[in-house]
């Protein structure tokens, strides 16, 4: 069974980059694509967006291209980054597999990342 | 974007009961519609896959039908560990999106 682990700073500053990991186990990397999802508090669930081993990748326009999805496969992990933030990208992050039926099957526990000064 | 729009916001039960939550999207998305419970604290967990295909472990009694534009799921006999947000997903089209859920609160 695929586990998932998400680590990142809790904490950061307006207009810096939020950056955070996902750590895979349980399940080879090339088997799925590799999402991020997230919730701010209150609010429904948002596709970032999602990445394959082979380093494609494909993000929500609602971003603005601020999202960078980027793989590792050798430590079996998966990143994202997120520029420019404000405090609307305080949310609860989770990452979670997504295969080509479109489901999200595994997903972290989910970390939040608070965006404030 | 798809838009999904679930009904009600909220639901007040009982244990025992039978419940259907609607989602609504805001076109046409053939079968391409999964169901997912979220416990307080927790990450979403997957309860139905392309509108009515009941997930590996997940209850006989929770069960999914539509197509097209309308979709619901339908919990037979409510249980204590029902009561929780319910939320749909789309996937027929990119950006993914999901329903803005549906609180299940024990009345």
């Known amino acids: 069974q695929v586990q998932l682990q998400e680590s990142g700073p809790g904490l950061v500053k307006p207009s810096e980059t939020l950056s955070l990991t996902c750590a895979v186990s349980g399940g080879s990397i090339t088997s799925y694509y590799w999402s991020w999802i997230r919730q701010p508090p209150g609010k429904r669930l948002e596709w970032i967006g999602y990445i394959y081993y082979s380093g494609n990748t494909n993000y929500n326009p609602s971003l603005k291209s601020r999202a960078t999805i980027s793989v590792d496969t050798s430590k079996n992990q998966f990143s994202l980054k997120l520029s420019s933030v404000t405090a609307a990208d305080t949310a609860v992050y989770y990452c979670a597999t997504y295969d080509s039926t479109g489901i999200f099957e595994y997903w972290g526990q989910g970390t939040l990342i608070t965006v404030s000064s | 974007d798809i838009q999904m729009t679930q009904s009600p916001s909220s639901l007040s039960a009982s244990v025992g009961d039978r419940v259907t939550i609607t989602c609504r999207a805001s076109q046409s998305i053939s079968g391409y519609l999964n169901w997912y419970q979220q416990k307080p604290g927790k990450a979403p967990k997957l309860l139905i896959y392309?509108?009515?295909s009941l997930h590996s472990g997940v209850p006989s009694r929770f069960s999914g039908s539509g197509s097209g534009t309308d979709f619901t799921l339908t919990i037979s006999s409510l249980q204590p560990e029902d009561f929780a947000p319910y939320y749909c997903q789309q996937s027929y089209s990119s950006p993914v999106t999901f329903g803005q859920g549906t609180n299940l609160e024990i009345k």
């Open positions: 392309a509108a009515s």
